[in-house]
């Protein structure tokens, strides 16, 4: 196809190709995140050809490839993708490990503006232009530049309420979506999730298509815990200053612009301000839901 649409975390993002060879494709994960609608939040142009990035160009950013092995992180390259500011815009250059065809991708950003660019190095005629990285960094600078949240944690909805957990990697994100899920809850995303504030207050959360057959799914925000594991149920409130630096760590960020940061702190100060934030000593069984859902 010539283009098609998604709709994530209520933002509209056409995909349009810019060459009458080039077809664009979804993946499986995407699917059901497509919508017919015509009012667009951004359109990204997308071509074939070398992703080159101009020598005035200034690198900003550069993050190696890492996967999670066993739970560890290890680095499998130095190079994976890098940020450059050219004027105005922002140009983010990156491999695409997981493909045989795609060698790489050159995304231009501009700011204020609602439509970018999107360069694949390419073998075939037809790609998807929303595949790892892509996915991960065009949701990033689309909700960073809108002053939303991207952040690593699992939200569940359960009986009217909507509760994120979040912490770094191992504190039990997974495991406490797969507890509440298997007691009925709804399960919006187990790794990451979009924040975004709601007309008239509050903040609803949001899950952005990683996994195959993935359903949009969207919740009230109601309350935050910061977990780790522990002997038994125990949660304790957390004063502002805590709770900002707490879900701030657990953010997916690129810290090189002022703009962007000062941004993300401001809508993260409103958040904490207005959604309860606890720690949480948690045991991995049934036992956490009714603690849980008598500690709000």
Known sequence: MRSYTLKIAGYTILFSSASDRLSLYPSRSQESFITNDKKFDLVINVSAG???????????????????????????SDRFWTVYTHGEYYLVNTTIPLSDIDREALLTIRPGEKSWDLVIDTESEEVNPFSYPL??????YLAALNGDIFIHGSGVEYNGRGYLFSGPSGR???TLASIFGKAGARVIHDDRLIIRRIPGGGFNMYNTPVYENEESRSSTLD????????????????????????????????NWNTNLIGKLTGSLLELVTSVPV???????????????????
Not at 61 to 66: N, W
Not at 135 to 140: F, K, N, P
């Open 50 to 76: 070398k992703a080159s990035v101009h020598s005035s160009s200034k690198p900003v950013f550069r993050a190696p490839y890492v996967e999670e092995i066993n739970g560890i992180p290890v680095k499998k």
């Open 135 to 140: 996915d991960g960094l065009i949701i990033y």
């Open 172 to 174: 039990g994100k997974t």
């Open 223 to 254: 309350f935050i815990y910061m977990i780790d594991h522990g002997s038994d149920n125990f949660s304790s409130a957390t004063g502002h200053s805590e709770s900002l630096a707490a879900v701030m760590s657990n953010c997916i960020q690129h």
């Open 278 to 296: 606890k720690k949480l000593l948690f045991v991995p069984d049934i036992t956490v839901i009714d603690y849980i859902a008598g500690d709000g």
